[in-house]
């Protein structure tokens, strides 16, 4: 038996379909955890219900304390960070924030992520996937990863729950293609990066590769951003 009907209808409402770890927006694709598993006694009332991402999931799930790695939930950890996230998704119901602090804090947050993201003309260099055609400055490097960065501070973060989800997501993606900068490309005279020309000659499946990979992840984040700047103005901003 897991949790019944009820229980998972008022968690699923409760996290408005979002990850309570990462803030991710699930839809169907979600899970609820058993906080105290079963076989050690946890039950199936909505107080040991965490619903989460299938990441985040199989990371609490994983954990293998015969081989401490990384840092282990607590129960009373993940009941805090549900608690943090059904609250945030409480203030957040219907289509825009109602209170006005948290309407100034999230427009300084959106003001900080177009800081970020928009000025340096980070996101056009993404979307016409500038990492493919030649060498481009260091500065779209440090760029990303100040993004990832700033992600990580508790203060950049929106109070709404569905502007955070779209941004945890775009933190996944800067994330992925944080990964690929370095993986694929290397210094190209002064302050500049790219894909090594010669592998065209020499290594012409690892340049295939690259370029596959970037072009795979650079769409989904110019996606995620327009719909992050979309919502967001007209959350914040529209009467
Ligand atoms: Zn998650």
Redesign the pocket.
Known sequence: MGFDKTVAENALISCGRH??????F?GTKMELHHINQKKHGGDDSFDNCLP??????S?VMTYNPDHPKGKKYTFSELKRHRANWYDKVKFSEGTKVTKSNYLNLDMKTFERLNELLDSKSLMWFIKNNGFISGPFPDKIYTDVYKFILECDLPEFEFIDADLEGIK?ELYDDFKLLDNLISKYTFTAGPNRQSIPREWEMKFPEKLENAILDFQRITPIISKNYESLIKLARRKLYSD
């Not at 990850?19 to 991710?24: A, D, E, M, P, T």
């Open positions: 990850c309570c770890l990462c803030h991710k699930c989460l991402c299938f990441d985040c999931h990371d945890s």
